[in-house]
């Protein structure tokens, strides 16, 4: 039987210093992805190996990884995509690690609850009204299915310190502002206090994302001109410098 | 409040809810907004679960699209697909309620596709008279979920993700708390509270060919079985009409009825466009037991694809309509198998998508026999009787996750938090650890061979043989299940979490086939070929209970529709 040779990065970090890669040989089915071999091996060779996934469909972000060193779902990546020779399966990298190939996220729940919520505008007549053209923008943003690809290639959040949020979430703040009757404008907060500032459009999250969002053109570059129109635009300064004087934020 | 002791992490809460996908996030939403202290838990990361994936719609009345639509007509609607077993008051309460739920989560933030008026679009589905389902593209789950996650993270509501409950914990009588083990963490915790709310969702990987994601094993049903509580029309398991046969790895994966609903036709090997001799005035779109069990037919007499499917074709309409209104479909054909479904046919076959049945509610409060305990979802049971409508289940769990927050919170503030038995939080830690760091059987093996009798003789359609057979499957199962063991310790051991969900996938299989045999008619999902007729006899649900050693099936009468509801109703045909 024809098999594939994967390489997965195995580390427990509360009992061993270092990681190592282990070599698994799974037989290759066809139309496999290597998400299918990484069950396989669970199933069939180390049950102890963690894995996580939840529907296999590419739809809800869950099996995030580094497949030959490049970010993937595993559930979308066919073997027969990959060039010959051994796959390896890693964990991403921008997360701590939890076991595996499995990383802690959670940090993202805690900038997802700073990001001020959907504020509809006052005065509105039920039932709403909105035209289908108005939603487009707003609705490519709603595509995300959080599987923090973007943020594990972002140059800002893996090799410096800032306190920059990361793509996903200048996306989850232009999907609000693009809201057709949401009042806010966030791009003050996420020039302010997410670091929008700090990225410096290489694109590289819009490479990766599995939904194919325009994350720098569509969202992040949008945030920031706005954050900028509002910092440099005279009439703003000056109902600024007012709502300062008067003691108010 | 939290605070260690040398085992577990304590935790005390008002309202402790089970499972957060769409029911559970509402109930969250609801007991919190009525001032209850709230803890919701996932058993995967927040905002994953099976709810993203739902693709066609929230089933609604508004009236938006076709003025002529009513609550009545929803209720009508919702009865007669159901059989008429369903729990009326349940369906009234849906029908009546979806329009304000779906309106509410709008101001959530949700964004619904847009009539030409500007109000909420609303697109025809099988089996519904009027246009009602309000969507979003074909990603109506992602969008309730995210909206719902929104609204949770801007409360001051706890929530604890990749933890897996694996006993509920009583006084006396009533619930007051669960134990669970952090996934990511493998820590124990023990949460004191005053209710608790299940909303676990269905149990569909206890089969082969699911269209479920990972995390529906049952695992609300077991837990509810085990303290007390009555199940319900568990024999009636929906299988969608079109899954993917191919790739392996996607075998099951749902193929959105929309594909049918813009013009997609079935087609078997030899090229006959088969649904003229099963159904000749409707053809594809008939209600999906009929089409599911008419492409099962197909494959059954040897006119299936070279992948044991039958064909859906929607290259007629052309590239351009296509990747206009089935954009996710294209993707997930492209992607996964390799198809163009421009170009190319795809393979679909029947794939078991939903349990009707599930733990017994009270309509108004989600209240189980249990009290302290309340359930929502596709956990409960009552409201889609022997079949569901397309876009009920998503209205299902908005107005019943929004009532079981308020029923829970509601209750607590007549009880005081229940005593948690040390002996009993012991003995359930010392049950989880006893299958680990061992050599032991291979769980993952024990539920495969659950999963593959369960396909094999509990399909689409049933008979006396192939129900003993899948029943004698079970109880050989029962005892290795108990002997399960894993290497490595309790953190992220996925091998562990599958020994443990066995208990509920063996409760739930067992059910569901006990239930099968007990049925001897058909009626809605339930198909005998040994019993191929409707009993008027059985208009009856059967209730499940733990009885001493063994699973006690009883019947019971369906409660008597008002005379104002029953002549909205058509009357039963035999």
Not at chain 1, 171 to 182: C, G, I, T, Y
Not at chain 2, 74 to 89: L, Q
Not at chain 2, 338 to 365: F, L, R, S, W
Not at chain 2, 388 to 401: E, H, P, T, W, Y
Request: with cysteine.
């Amino acid at each position: 039987m024809e098999t594939v040779r994967l390489s997965v990065y195995r580390h427990d970090p509360s009992v061993e210093r270092e990681g190592k890669y282990v070599d698994y040989d799974v037989p290759k089915e066809e139309g496999m992805v290597v998400l299918d071999a990484m069950k396989y091996i669970e199933k069939h060779i180390d049950p102890n190996i963690s894995l996580r996934w939840n529907c296999s469909a590419g739809k809800c972000g869950s099996c995030s990884a580094e497949i030959n060193h490049r970010p993937a779902l595993m559930c979308k990546t066919r073997v027969d995509s990959l060039k010959e020779g051994k796959i390896t399966v890693s964990p991403i990298a921008a997360y701590p690690l939890i076991k595996d190939v499995v990383t802690d996220v959670s940090e993202n729940w805690a900038l997802l609850k700073r990001i001020p919520k959907f504020t509809p505008k006052e005065g509105l007549e039920k039932p709403w009204k909105m035209s289908q053209v108005d939603i487009e923008r707003s609705k490519e943003f709603k595509k995300c299915i959080e599987c923090f690809l973007c943020q594990n290639v972002c140059h800002v959040i893996r090799e410096h310190d800032t306190d920059y949020f990361g793509p996903r979430h200048v996306v989850k703040a232009a999907s609000l502002d693009m809201h057709p009757l949401d009042a806010l404008d966030r791009s003050e907060f996420m020039n302010r206090d997410a670091g929008l500032g700090y990225c410096n459009i290489t694109k590289c999250c819009t490479e990766v994302c599995p939904e194919e969002i325009h994350i720098t053109d569509n969202a992040i570059i949008p945030e920031k001109e706005r954050a900028v129109n509002a910092q440099y635009d005279p009439l703003a300064m000056l109902i600024r410098s007012r709502r300062n004087r008067s003691g108010r934020k | 409040m939290s605070y260690m002791s040398s085992k577990y992490i304590k935790h005390e809460t008002d309202v402790l809810i089970i499972g957060a996908g769409g029911a559970g996030m509402r109930a969250a939403i609801s007991a919190f907004d009525a001032g209850a202290r709230v803890t919701i838990l996932s058993k995967s990361l927040l905002g994953k679960a099976h709810t993203v994936m739902a693709e066609g719609g929230i089933a609604a009345a508004l009236a938006n699209v076709d003025s002529k639509d009513s609550w009545e007509v929803h209720f009508s609607d919702t009865m007669e697909e159901g059989v008429y077993i369903s729990n009326y008051r349940m369906a009234e309460l849906l029908a009546k309620e979806a329009p304000e739920r779906v309106r509410e989560l709008e101001e959530y933030g949700a964004l619904f596709d847009r009539t030409p008026e500007g109000t909420i679009m609303q697109r025809a589905f099988g089996a519904h008279t009027y246009r009602r389902l309000c969507h979003v593209g074909d990603r109506t789950g992602l969008e309730i979920i995210r909206t719902l996650e929104d609204q949770i993270l801007h409360r001051d509501i706890k929530f604890f993700d990749e933890l897996y409950v694996t006993k509920l914990l009583k006084d006396g009588g009533r619930v007051v708390g669960a134990v669970g083990l952090k996934l990511n963490t493998g820590e124990f915790y023990v949460f004191s509270s005053r209710a608790v709310i299940i909303s676990t969702g269905g149990c569909g990987r206890i089969f082969k060919v699911t269209s479920n994601s990972w995390e529906s094993t049952g695992d609300g049903l077991g837990l509810a079985y085990e303290a007390g509580a009555e199940l319900m029309d568990m024999e009636m398991i929906q299988f969608h009409p079109t899954g993917m046969v191919y790739p392996p790895g996607v075998k099951g994966l749902l193929v959105t009825e929309g594909v049918r609903g813009e013009g997609g036709i079935l087609l078997n090997s030899q090229g006959e466009r088969f649904m003229q001799r099963y159904s000749p005035k409707k053809m594809e779109l008939d209600a999906r037991d009929i089409v599911a069990r008419a492409n099962y037919a197909e494959i059954m007499a040897g006119r299936g694809t070279i992948h044991g499917g039958v064909y859906l074709d929607i290259t007629q309409k052309g590239p351009d309509f296509i990747k206009k209104k089935l954009p996710s479909m294209y993707k997930q054909f492209l992607d996964f198998a390799g198809v163009d479904i421009t170009k190319e046919k795809m393979e679909v076959a029947p794939t078991v998508h939903y349990q009707m049945g599930g733990i017994k509610v009270n309509p108004e409060t989600t209240a189980t026999n249990v009290p302290g305990l309340f359930a929502s979802g596709e956990v409960a049971s009552g409201l889609h009787g022997a079949n569901r409508l397309g876009g009920n289940s998503l209205a299902d769990i908005l107005v019943f996750g929004k009532r079981s927050g308020d029923g829970a919170s509601s209750y607590v503030k007549g009880v005081s938090p229940g005593k948690i038995d040390e002996s009993t939080v012991s003995a359930e830690i010392e049950r989880v650890e006893a299958f680990v760091g061992k050599d032991g059987l291979n769980p993952h093996e024990i539920a495969e061979k659950l999963a593959e009798s369960m396909s094999e003789n509990v399909g689409i359609i049933r008979n006396e043989d192939n129900l003993r057979r899948a029943l004698k499957t079970i109880a050989d199962l029962k005892e290795p299940s108990t002997r399960a063991g894993v290497q490595g310790g309790l953190k992220y051991n996925k091998g562990l979490l599958q020994a443990l969900e066995l208990s509920s996938m063996l409760t739930a299989a067992e059910a569901i086939v006990r239930g099968a045999i007990e049925r001897k008619e058909s009626r809605g999902a339930h198909a005998r070929s040994d019993y191929p007729k409707k009993n008027p006899d059985l208009r009856k649900n059967i209730i499940y209970t733990k009885g001493g050693n063994e699973m006690k099936l009883e019947w019971r009468e369906v409660p008597r529709i008002p005379d104002e509801l029953k002549k909205l109703v058509p009357e039963e045909v035999y």
